[in-house]
Antibody
Framework: QVQLVESGGGVVQPGRSLRLSCAAS????????MHWVRQAPGKGLEWVAV????????YFADSVKGRFTISRDNSKNTLYLQMNSLRTDDTAIYCC?????????????WGRGTLVTVSS | EIVLTQSPGTLSLSPGERATLSCRAS???????LAWYQQKPGQAPRLLIS???TRAPGIPDRFSGSGSGTDFSLTISRLEPEDFAVYYC???????????FGPGTKVDIK
C-alpha cells in the first residue's frame, strides 16, 4: 500500500525541540524528493522544507530557516524533521508529502499528519 | 517571496452549477509552476492540476485549469456533491527554491 505515515508530534514548550518522522511504504522512497508541509488549526497550507532524493539539496521556508533541519534515511524509507527553538506559531499539523518528478515541487502523495502544539 | 491571493474566499453554489476559482500572484509565475489542490475536512490535500492546466492522474475532466502570468483559474464545469471542499493554488520558484500556497477558496453547498 502506497502511503506516508508521520509520527513524533506532541505538546512542547516554547524554545524546546521535537523530531518528526515520516515512514514511507509501497513505493521506491529513494527515487523521490520529499517535503514537509504544515497547516495551523483551521488555517491554510504552508510549505516548510524539502530534501532531494539523493540528499544533496535541501531548502527551507524563511519562517523556519535556521531552526529546522531535514534529513532522510533511504535505507529505512524514512524522512525526518528536526525542529529546534520552537515558537507558538509553529503549532500545526505537519504532513510529509512526495514530490512529483521531474519538477519535484508538486505533491501527489500526502500523509495524514502529526500534530505539534507549542505551548507553555 | 511570491504571494498568492485566492478569490472568492467562499463560493456558495448548488450541485450541477459551474464554479470558477481565481488565484492571483504578486508577481509573474511560470505557468508550469502552478498547481491546484482539493482538501476535504479531515483529509490530506489531493493534487488536481499541475502546470496550470494538466490534470493529475484520475482527476475527472470536469476540473480544468487555465491562466498565465499573474492570473490563474480553476473551473469545475458541473459541481458534484463530492466537489464541495477547500481549494488551494500553489506555486514554486527556483530563485530561491521554495513554494507558497494561496489562502484557499471554500466551495460550499448553497
Amino acid at each position: 500500500q502506497v502511503q506516508l505515515v508521520e509520527s513524533g508530534g506532541g505538546v512542547v514548550q516554547p524554545g524546546r525541540s521535537l523530531r518528526l518522522s515520516c515512514a514511507a511504504s509501497g513505493f521506491t522512497f529513494s527515487n523521490y524528493a520529499m517535503h514537509w508541509v504544515r497547516q495551523a488549526p483551521g488555517k491554510g497550507l504552508e510549505w516548510v522544507a524539502v530534501m532531494s532524493y539523493d540528499k544533496k539539496n535541501e531548502y527551507f521556508a524563511d519562517s523556519v530557516k535556521g531552526r529546522f533541519t531535514i534529513s532522510r534515511d533511504n535505507s529505512k524509507n524514512t524522512l525526518y524533521l528536526q525542529m529546534n527553538s520552537l515558537r507558538t506559531d509553529d503549532t500545526a499539523i505537519y504532513c510529509c508529502a512526495r514530490g512529483v518528478p521531474p519538477a519535484n515541487w508538486y505533491f501527489d502523495l500526502w500523509g495524514r499528519g502529526t500534530l505539534v502544539t507549542v505551548s507553555s | 517571496e511570491i504571494v498568492l491571493t485566492q478569490s472568492p474566499g467562499t463560493l456558495s453554489l448548488s450541485p450541477g452549477e459551474r464554479a470558477t476559482l481565481s488565484c492571483r500572484a504578486s508577481q509573474s509565475v511560470i505557468s508550469s509552476h502552478l498547481a491546484w489542490y482539493q482538501q476535504k475536512p479531515g483529509q490530506a490535500p489531493r493534487l488536481l492540476i499541475s502546470g496550470a492546466s494538466t490534470r493529475a492522474p484520475g482527476i475527472p475532466d470536469r476540473f480544468s485549469g487555465s491562466g498565465s502570468g499573474t492570473d490563474f483559474s480553476l473551473t469545475i464545469s458541473r459541481l458534484e456533491p463530492e466537489d464541495f471542499a477547500v481549494y488551494y493554488c500553489q506555486q514554486y520558484g527556483s530563485s530561491p527554491p521554495g513554494s507558497t500556497f494561496g489562502p484557499g477558496t471554500k466551495v460550499d453547498i448553497k
